[in-house]
T-cell receptor
Framework: GQQLNQSPQSMFIQEGEDVSMNCTSS?????WLWYKQDPGEGPVLLIA?????ELTSNGRLTAQFGITRKDSFLNISASIPSDVGIYFC?????????????FGTGTKLQVIP | DVKVTQSSRYLVKRTGEKVFLECVQD?????MFWYRQDPGLGLRLIYF???????EKGDIPEGYSVSREKKERFSLILESASTNQTSMYLC?????????????????FGPGTRLLVL
């Protein structure tokens, strides 16, 4: 399947800084998911979004479902060293189940203590 | 908590060997999936199953087969392993099939199996 455009590809930030990343698509989605993957591990779901315009938080993480349904954003506030990992988004189209999910290429986050 | 487990975290196999990767989920999910993950290519769907004994090809099924004899277990089989099948293999499960957009509907991943084919 296709891939989502996710940016930035990688980022180095100082501990305590805020982080923003986003995913964009040429087609609309009904569901956006954000995952974190630690090296050598499987992806762990962070936030799920089901409605255009929805803003959802999970601790220091906040994600938004874009109003056009073609994009989504993830923000991490006050980063800490354990935030290191790869973050990627996934989107589901209006028809079909998870066999049609499209994944972003990932944002690699490095936090400098 | 949903739990998806995979039989091995690391495997080393020789070219031509038959390889079995097993995945078990404990949430009575109907749908199970096998992906491979490669640097720069992201996650690619190999096969999925929406019911016992049912299977559908994903985007890259060549060189793989699957088996789902019980609802909780989904196996990926490499009939004759090749070096280009060296990869991280991820199993996932989900509770819903069909139109997305239902609150609470999501997909859960296992820890992955890193396979090296020599």
């Amino acid at each position: 399947g296709q891939q989502l455009n996710q940016s930035p590809q990688s980022m180095f930030i100082q501990e305590g800084e805020d982080v923003s990343m986003n995913c964009t698509s040429s087609s609309i989605f009904n569901t956006w998911l954000w995952y974190k993957q630690d090296p050598g591990e499987g992806p762990v779901l962070l936030i799920a979004l089901y409605k255009a315009g929805e803003l959802t938080s999970n601790g220091r993480l906040t994600a938004q479902f874009g109003i056009t349904r073609k994009d989504s954003f993830l923000n991490i506030s006050a980063s800490i060293p354990s935030d290191v990992g790869i973050y990627f988004c996934a989107g589901l189209p209006p028809s079909g189940g998870y066999q049609k999910v499209t994944f972003g290429t990932g944002t690699k986050l490095q936090v400098i203590p | 908590d949903v739990k998806v487990t995979q039989s091995s975290r690391y495997l080393v196999k020789r070219t031509g060997e038959k390889v079995f990767l097993e995945c078990v989920q404990d949430m009575d999910h109907e749908n199970m999936f096998w992906y491979r993950q490669d640097p720069g290519l992201g996650l690619r769907l190999i096969y999925f199953s929406y019911d016992v004994k049912m299977k559908e090809k994903g985007d890259i099924p060549e060189g793989y087969s699957v088996s789902r004899e019980k609802k909780e277990r989904f196996s990926l089989i490499l009939e004759s392993a090749s070096t280009n099948q060296t990869s991280m293999y991820l199993c996932a499960s989900s509770a819903y099939f069909g139109t997305s957009g239902s609150s609470g509907e999501t997909q859960y991943f296992g820890p992955g199996t890193r396979l090296l084919v020599l």
